[in-house]
């Protein structure tokens, strides 16, 4: 916890630095915030709105359909930096998993209903590094009905009016100085299903406020009818001596975590301020199944406890073995409400009696319940059908991806081949005596690619799958579809220069027909580019492709080339 705490305050200096140095050099330039990774972390974000025009962060899912990670991690951050630009990073893309675009638009959606006011995206294809079949760079390639999705959000975002937020009635507390006191890996549980329950599940409204704020008199408490603790352990002595006061003077306070302020920051037993607020005396663990409130059961997942109340302490709710499960305490002006176990977890967010129960208690305490604010989307139209081929590939190596699947459905295994009329001279194909069948040749073996594995992945060699002409002297080349076909198109994926191309067609490899089109000579270019020679519009069996000469000392790589029909 010192530890961190110390860091906290050593991140701040280093922005504030940056910050400062960027505006007075380049007063225009925005500065964006760090970009901690994606789960609720116990940094000192209210400090962070001095010192950057933009606040980001990482979106994670959480793996579950009952968690609302995503929306939680933006309210966390956006209430306590209080920033008026948050643009955080959603891993919609093949990282998390593999949404289709309605999911994407979902998490897009849930984040910005909880506050976010822009996007960063990280569409690098990270996952397919390790799984090198499914490697495809980026979302554009791998996944296009999912870019085009995450591209329309931000036009829409771009003219769409900021959302008007209600006013929170109450609070929810984040304790950095228990969080602190946690592993690195451990995830805020508690306070993220304290979000799920009481935002989503009942609708409610509310800010989350953590420890730093309170201790520095940076929040008011008593703006708030009421102050939820999901969890604090830990806590420092001068914020539990305010929320103390809060509750003495006519404020409200639930604690879903029995433990609540078992230890001060140096680790100095402090649960006699804990015993006082809630109005109890010891706790010994326990093992029930069940809490029972006005006729119906609560499920119980998780440690519990068998507690003794004041005389004074009313018991809202009772454990299976009659103990006090849920208790009330009058103290000074206000009200303690204490959870003998902690209903704040993972596992108890799939529970409906939970979610009634909370809703019904939010009016209790005279909070509003069933905001429309969590009811808003994004316009379900961004969704767009991505434009799917016209016709079949004759030639068999055309590949359709989809999030990042590999789908060979716009093919017809005509069985067919082709053959050069001048080899290759500097990457040779695969066979260079007579016909090359599509499912050996280098132009044609598009489809065992995703088995081989990324180039870039070290998975195969660049030179298995292209052929490469050093030799500037035209050539040509022959397929043989095996039958009689309305053809439509060529399609080449090259690099170096594209000499001028014409094609011909015939049904009998004797008979030739020049068709009208030509692909025009390009420019050399290191890049990759594709081209398409059409309409072809002839009924044959054979295409002859003729490969012009091209400029002294400029090469020809070819990596693909698609025959299609109508």
């Known amino acids: 916890?010192?530890?961190?705490?110390?860091?906290?305050?050593?991140?701040?200096?280093?922005?504030?630095?940056?910050?400062?140095?960027?505006?007075?050099?380049?007063?225009?330039?925005?500065?964006?915030?760090?970009?901690?990774?994606?789960?609720?972390?116990?940094?000192?974000?209210?400090?962070?709105?001095?010192?950057?025009?933009?606040?980001?962060?990482?979106?994670?899912?959480?793996?579950?359909?009952?968690?609302?990670?995503?929306?939680?991690v933006t309210k966390l951050v956006k209430d306590i930096s209080d920033a008026d630009e948050f643009w955080p990073c959603l891993h919609v893309e093949e990282y998390a998993s593999s949404f289709n675009p309605q999911e994407t638009l979902d998490l897009i959606s849930e984040s910005f209903r909880n506050g976010a006011t822009g996007i960063h995206y990280y569409l690098k294809d990270t996952i397919g590094v390790r799984n090198a079949n499914k490697y495809m760079r980026t979302e554009y390639y791998g996944a296009p009905e999912r870019w085009n999705i995450e591209m329309a959000a931000i036009q829409q975002l771009k003219k769409m009016n900021k959302l008007k937020f209600p006013e929170a009635d109450f609070a929810i507390l984040f304790s950095c100085d228990s969080y602190c006191a946690m592993p690195p890996e451990s995830r805020t549980e508690n306070a993220e299903s304290?979000?799920?329950?009481?935002?989503?599940?009942?609708g409610s409204w509310f800010k989350f406020i953590n420890d730093y704020q309170i201790d520095r008199n940076e929040i008011v408490l008593n703006q708030f009818k009421a102050v939820y603790i999901p969890y604090a352990n830990y806590q420092s002595v001068s914020v539990v001596n305010k929320i103390k006061d809060y509750v003495h003077n006519g404020g409200t306070?639930?604690?879903?975590?029995?433990?609540?302020?078992?230890?001060?920051?140096?680790?100095?037993?402090?649960?006699?301020?804990?015993?006082?607020?809630?109005?109890?005396?010891?706790?010994?663990?326990?093992?029930?199944?069940?809490?029972?409130?006005?006729?119906?059961?609560?499920?119980?997942k998780g440690k519990t406890f068998d507690i003794e109340t004041d005389n004074d302490t009313e018991v809202i709710a009772s454990f299976d073995n009659n103990k006090p499960a849920v208790v009330l305490n009058e103290y000074g002006k206000g009200k303690a409400y204490y959870f003998a176990t902690n209903p704040f977890t993972y596992k108890m967010l799939a529970s409906k009696e939970w979610t009634?129960?909370?809703?019904?208690?939010?009016?209790?305490?005279?909070?509003?319940?069933?905001h429309k604010i969590w009811r808003f989307n994004l316009p379900q139209d961004l969704i767009k059908p991505v434009t799917l081929p016209e016709g079949k590939c004759l030639t068999n190596n055309h590949i359709f991806w989809k999030q990042f699947e590999p789908l060979a459905t716009y093919n017809i295994n005509t069985m067919g081949s082709y053959s050069y009329s001048v080899a290759p001279d500097e990457i040779a194909d695969n066979n260079t005596d007579g016909n090359i069948a599509f499912a050996n040749g280098k132009?044609?073996?598009?489809?065992?690619?995703?088995?081989?594995?990324?180039?870039?992945?070290?998975?195969?060699?660049?030179?298995?799958?292209?052929?490469?002409?050093?030799?500037?002297?035209?050539?040509?080349?022959?397929?043989?579809?095996?039958?009689?076909?309305?053809?439509?198109?060529?399609?080449?994926?090259y690099s170096g220069q594209m000499p001028e191309v014409t094609a011909s067609v015939s049904k009998d490899n004797k008979k030739w027909k020049l068709c009208d089109n030509l692909i025009k000579k390009t420019f050399f270019t290191e890049d990759v580019f594709d081209i398409k020679l059409e309409p072809i519009s002839e009924k044959a069996r054979y295409l002859k492709l003729n490969f012009g000469p091209r400029d002294q000392g400029n090469s020809l790589t070819l990596a693909e080339i698609e025959i299609w029909t109508k």
């Not at 809703?359 to 209790?364: L, T």
């Not at 195969?460 to 500037?472: A, C, D, G, M, T």
Request: glycine share 6%.
């Open 1 to 72: 916890m010192a530890y961190r705490k110390w860091l906290n305050q050593e991140m701040n200096k280093i922005m504030v630095e940056m910050y400062t140095t960027v505006k007075k050099e380049c007063p225009d330039i925005l500065v964006i915030s760090d970009d901690p990774i994606a789960a609720g972390q116990p940094y000192d974000f209210s400090k962070w709105k001095s010192c950057c025009d933009i606040v980001t962060h990482q979106l994670y899912p959480g793996g579950s359909p009952y968690r609302a990670s995503f929306g939680y």
């Open 194 to 202: 304290a979000y799920t329950v009481l935002g989503p599940g009942a």
């Open 253 to 300: 306070v639930i604690t879903g975590d029995p433990e609540v302020f078992a230890f001060d920051t140096n680790g100095v037993d402090n649960s006699s301020v804990r015993n006082e607020i809630f109005g109890i005396k010891k706790l010994d663990s326990t093992r029930v199944k069940n809490i029972r409130y006005n006729g119906s059961d609560l499920p119980v």
């Open 356 to 370: 009634d129960f909370f809703k019904s208690f939010q009016r209790k305490l005279g909070l509003q319940v069933e």
């Open 443 to 493: 132009l044609t073996n598009r489809q065992k690619a995703p088995k081989a594995g990324n180039v870039d992945c070290n998975k195969s060699h660049l030179n298995e799958w292209i052929v490469k002409y050093k030799n500037e002297k035209p050539f040509e080349i022959i397929f043989d579809l095996n039958d009689v076909y309305d053809l439509s198109s060529a399609a080449f994926f």
